[in-house]
């Protein structure tokens, strides 16, 4: 038997997790066809059958599980060395991935995440793809739906409104749109001008961290967090609430490391901050205190 090589492995811990090609495609950036023919050789490269495969996904076999168990039981030794090793080296770096909002409310609170006197360090990765915690990439990670790894722990945030906004006393500029470009539209909010508005969309923008920049110019109208558009003095919602968009954050964790103690502060941090601004959150207009 070949040794199977590492990064095949961690393709299915993936698949397996998800329970398919299709979530590990979006969570790793390679086509569902890469993946399946990588999964087909991993069973040539063990000798096993890993996964009962059938149109609702790939579930795993008796053989499929045992493998899971002793790679969880690696990458939980792993991040112990990886720990260690940072100490070593002067400081451990907690990892958070958020999405643009959620880490624009974390960067105008960092002093409530990291104190003067910690002994680690802060890294914030902002995008609007779904924090992936498999590989390490990140520590901590703000996801819209609760996780059903079976490695992840999760801490349920409240819920997250979302209206649309226009400037302050607008009036010519509620009939034209700007979004984020549909092939950056990631999250349901972000797409939801592209499929259900009437008007034209007379600009985009590949981030959403532009979009009230513009809707303060006079651009247009756009789709924003209502607690994004409370808190601008300068913005006003235009009409209720799109209520077929509200959904529930979630903090995730990996079950393995959300005991390390600097990852316990940071998580418990983040949780006191976020709940503190849950009926902001939620749209009910609460102001910053």
């Not at 039981?73 to 002067?90: I, L, N, S, T, Y």
């Not at 969309?201 to 303060?216: C, E, G, K, Q």
Request: with cysteine; aromatic share 8%.
């Amino acid at each position: 038997m070949k040794n199977a090589a590492w990064d095949s492995y961690q393709l299915f811990l993936q698949v397996a997790r998800l329970g398919g090609l299709t979530g590990a495609s979006a969570a790793t950036g390679l086509s569902p066809a890469t993946i399946g023919r990588r999964m087909l050789e991993l069973e040539q490269e063990t000798g096993r059958m890993l996964f009962a495969r059938s149109q609702t996904g790939y579930r795993l076999t008796a053989d499929g599980q045992i493998l899971l168990d002793h790679l969880q039981e690696m990458e939980a030794a792993a991040r112990k060395v990886d720990a260690w090793r940072q100490a070593g080296e002067g400081g451990v770096t907690v990892k958070i991935a958020a999405g643009t909002w959620v880490a624009w409310m974390l960067t105008e609170n960092f002093s409530a995440i990291r104190m003067p006197a910690d002994g680690f360090n802060i890294a914030l990765t902002i995008g609007e793809a779904r924090a992936n915690l498999a590989y390490r990439e990140s520590d901590i990670g703000i996801r819209a739906f609760e996780p059903d790894e079976s490695n992840l722990a999760a801490r349920l945030l409240g819920e997250v409104a979302y209206a649309v906004y226009v400037r302050r006393n607008a009036g010519e500029v509620e009939n034209r749109w700007i979004a984020v470009a549909e092939d950056d539209a990631i999250s349901a909010y972000l797409r939801w001008p592209h499929r259900q508005a009437s008007e034209p969309i007379v600009a985009t923008v590949n981030r959403p961290r532009s979009l009230p920049d513009l809707v303060r110019a006079g651009a247009g109208k756009a789709v924003l967090p209502c607690f994004v558009g409370d808190l601008d003095p300068e913005l006003q919602r235009l009409g209720g609430e799109l209520t077929e968009l509200r959904h529930r954050q979630w903090i995730v964790l990996n079950n393995e490391d959300r005991h390390r103690p600097e990852i316990r502060t940071v998580a418990d941090r983040m949780t006191k901050l976020l709940k503190s601004y849950a009926d902001l959150f939620a749209g009910k207009r609460a102001s910053r205190s």
